[in-house]
């Protein structure tokens, strides 16, 4: 079952700050998050395992709450480069993605 | 070199046709995997394998086919394209960690 993503969509001037959750109806032991910009393929951005929590690169972090079974991805200072679709994918030994939520960064 | 790549880039067909799409990787993973991207639906996980013996289903495998050639080698097929297979499809493939790199992507239209 997909996860689910909130806001499917966000603008944002730059050097704002921006929150993109992710919800599971499934007991979650790992979340990763990728990036995709406009008409490239997705990138990895980070994985967030049971237990614990990993920070990512430039400001873009995350946290994991598996009683909640949710995962949080926070972007501080927000920048043009930020802008593209970010997707959510959960799952054991194989990732269903969320639908995504599209991040627009203007100057 | 691209690490992951697919072939065609881009295809345009009728409905009615078979297609195969190819997936090449030079990354060592034993894991691969297909998606398809619509818009406004994400990601959708079509088939996936975790060595060459080793074929699963994923959320949409309706009205598609994959080979595992090699390690190195997946591809899908559609026996029989009909308009709502219009897509982007990308190829992925993985480690152990789960990190997921993907193709450049596949655009099939079906007329």
């Known amino acids: 079952q997909q996860p689910v993503q909130s806001p499917q969509a966000v603008i944002l001037r730059e050097g704002e700050d921006a929150v993109i959750n992710c919800s599971s109806s499934?007991?979650?032991?790992?979340v990763h998050w990728y990036r995709q910009k406009h008409g490239e393929a997705p990138v990895f951005l980070m994985i967030l395992l049971k237990g614990g929590e990993q920070k990512g690169h430039d400001k873009i972090s995350a946290s994991f709450n598996e009683k909640k079974q949710q995962s949080s991805l926070y972007l501080t200072a927000s920048q043009l480069s930020y802008s593209g679709t970010y997707f959510c994918?959960?799952?054991?030994?194989?990732?269903?993605f969320g639908t995504g939520t599209r991040l627009q960064v203007f100057p | 070199d691209a690490d992951v790549t697919q072939t065609p880039r881009n295809r345009i067909t009728k409905t009615g046709k078979r297609i195969m799409l190819e997936c090449s990787q030079t990354k060592g993973h034993d894991r691969m995997y297909w998606y398809r991207q619509d818009p406004g639906l994400g990601l959708r996980l079509i088939y996936y394998s975790f060595d060459v013996k080793d074929i699963n289903k994923g959320e949409i495998s309706d009205g598609y086919s994959v080979s595992r050639q090699a390690q190195a080698k997946f591809s899908l097929s559609l026996e029989s394209a009909i308009p709502n297979q219009t897509a982007l499809y990308f190829c992925?493939?993985?480690?152990?960690?789960?990190?997921?790199?993907f193709g450049e992507g596949s655009r099939l239209t079906v007329l």
């Open positions: 994918g959960t799952g054991a030994d194989k990732l269903i």
């Open positions: 992925a493939t993985s480690d152990r960690r789960g990190e997921l790199f």
């Open positions: 499934k007991a979650l032991y790992s």
